[in-house]
């Protein structure tokens, strides 16, 4: 388990084996996941709670998907019972970025304020898809899917852990239209 110090964040997800030597294939959440090819240690649990430390001696790229072989894991049969399992690593494991960017991720727990309807609420998640990551946003209209492009994304406060969105009509429920 990581010191109380240790921030981690999850990068990923166990969707099943590869080969016989016992490969797990993991589906990377994150542009951040690039970091798991030269991780020197990852951390494996459920629901966030009990991650064990593993050490990878291997990964590789894999038709989207990043494969890692662990340490003392080097078996098909050994590795079976992580499939299901989140992929985490420690915060301090990232490559520190110039001082005016920060990863996505960091910008979980903050607020949201669009130019018309107001407060949307806060950042509960950030996740990748194939054209760009998209920010989960709970508040007073519910569950509101935020796309981080140049065109909604006006101004991120970081020490404020404040964005300003300018959202096209339609994006959010408005309290009359429920």
């Given amino acids: 388990m990581p010191n109380h110090d240790d921030e981690l964040f999850q990068v990923g997800v166990v969707t099943g084996t590869h080969g016989l030597r016992g490969d797990l294939k993991v589906r990377p959440l994150t542009e951040?996941?690039?970091?798991?090819?030269?991780a020197r240690e990852i951390f494996l649990g459920r629901e966030g709670r009990d991650a064990e430390e593993?050490?990878?001696?291997?990964?590789?790229?894999?038709?989207?998907?990043?494969?890692?072989?662990?340490?003392?894991l080097e078996q098909i049969s050994k590795v079976e019972g992580l499939v299901g399992s989140q992929v985490f690593m420690r915060l301090s494991d990232?490559?520190?970025l110039p001082e005016d960017?920060?990863?996505w991720f960091q910008m979980e727990g903050a607020r949201v304020v669009d130019r018309r309807c107001g407060d949307i609420g806060e950042v509960v998640e950030v996740f990748t898809t194939a054209a760009h990551d998209i920010l989960e946003v709970?508040?007073?209209?519910?569950?509101?899917?935020?796309?981080v492009v140049d065109?909604?994304?006006?101004?991120?406060?970081?020490?404020?852990r404040r964005l300003q969105v300018d959202l096209p009509d339609g994006l959010v429920a408005k309290q009359n239209d429920l």
């Fill in 54 to 72: 593993y050490v990878p001696v291997r990964a590789t790229r894999h038709k989207g998907h990043v494969l890692l072989r662990l340490k003392g």
């Fill in 151 to 160: 065109e909604m994304i006006v101004e991120i406060d970081f020490d404020e």
């Fill in 94 to 96: 990232l490559p520190e």
């Fill in 101 to 103: 960017e920060f990863y």
């Fill in 138 to 147: 709970q508040g007073p209209y519910g569950e509101v899917l935020i796309p």
């Fill in 32 to 38: 951040e996941s690039e970091s798991l090819l030269f």
